[in-house]
């Protein structure tokens, strides 16, 4: 039976003020790879390419780039970090001995993670909207966009800490796992030109249907479905909370 107090605001809160202890170097590290990404590929490399969907490539890079630092900004600190606080520094086992239970700690822990995600996704946005790639008012929905992708792959990233053995198995999750979602969501090229099994399996990516919907509304268009982008973001974070919760619990107290 999974039952989730209040009591994880404080878990969030107790994370938030360890942030601000190290946010420089967090600000370094969440926006150091988009950043290179957009400067290399947007204007390194769009400089030899035309226009791709009727925009110049790094508008065509950009709206994926912003929910993509979301996504391994949530990763990292529910993959690393929590597990770091749940075996090595024992921060996990210091809160459930007060009324905190194991499964408030979880539920702030992937809170936190899709806060950071989504600090991470607002500062790439900021950064987006300076270089003038910015095109629509509806681009102010942008955070909740990153807020949800950020929440996804918390849960995601919670539940193969569960399982996680050592730090050595994250390696695996991300260059298995994530790095092809990154690299095959259309973010980088348009899968409508692609062979018809990517395009299946790039369709069961979360961050596929994330894509879509910041590029429409970083561009001012309208998504071609967005009831089902947003669904394949809301309904599968639901079932990870869930899993990775009753997981870590069942990990933690034995």
């Known amino acids: 039976m999974i039952k989730v107090s209040s009591r994880w605001t404080k878990v969030w809160y107790r994370n938030y003020i360890s942030f601000l202890k190290f946010f420089y170097v967090n600000l370094v590290g969440n926006l150091g790879d988009p950043i290179l990404y957009l400067l290399a590929m947007g204007f390194g490399l769009g400089a030899f390419l035309g226009q791709i969907e009727g925009v110049s490539y790094v508008q065509f ?4 780039i912003i929910v993509s630092s979301a996504m391994f900004a949530a990763v990292y600190e529910c993959t690393f970090e929590s597990f770091l606080k749940m075996i090595h520094l024992k921060t996990y086992d210091a809160i ?7 499964e408030d700690v979880v539920t702030g822990d992937i809170v936190w ?5 989504m600090l991470s996704g607002i500062m790439m946005f900021v950064v987006i909207t300076v270089f003038g790639l910015i095109h629509s008012w509806w681009s102010l ?3 909740l966009l990153i807020f949800l992708v950020g ?6 990233a919670m539940l193969i800490t569960a399982w996680a053995p050592n730090f050595d198995y994250f390696s695996y999750f991300l260059e298995l796992v994530i790095t092809p979602i990154f690299f095959f969501s259309g973010i980088f090229f348009p899968l409508s030109q692609s062979p ?9 990516f979360p961050l596929t249907h994330a894509v879509e919907l910041s590029r429409a509304l970083v561009m001012g268009t309208v998504p ?12 599968p974070s639901i079932g990870l909370f869930y899993w990775s ?3 870590m619990k069942k990990r933690m107290i034995k």
């Open 61 to 64: 890079l950009a709206p994926g």
């Open 96 to 102: 459930i001995v007060t009324p905190v239970n194991i």
């Open 113 to 117: 993670g899709a806060t950071k995600a």
């Open 141 to 143: 929905f942008i955070p």
């Open 151 to 156: 929440l996804h792959f918390a849960c995601f």
């Open 196 to 204: 018809g099994w990517l395009r299946a399996l790039s369709g069961t």
């Open 224 to 235: 071609q479905r967005p009831i089902t982008n947003i669904l394949f973001l809301i309904i």
């Open 245 to 247: 919760v009753w997981r």
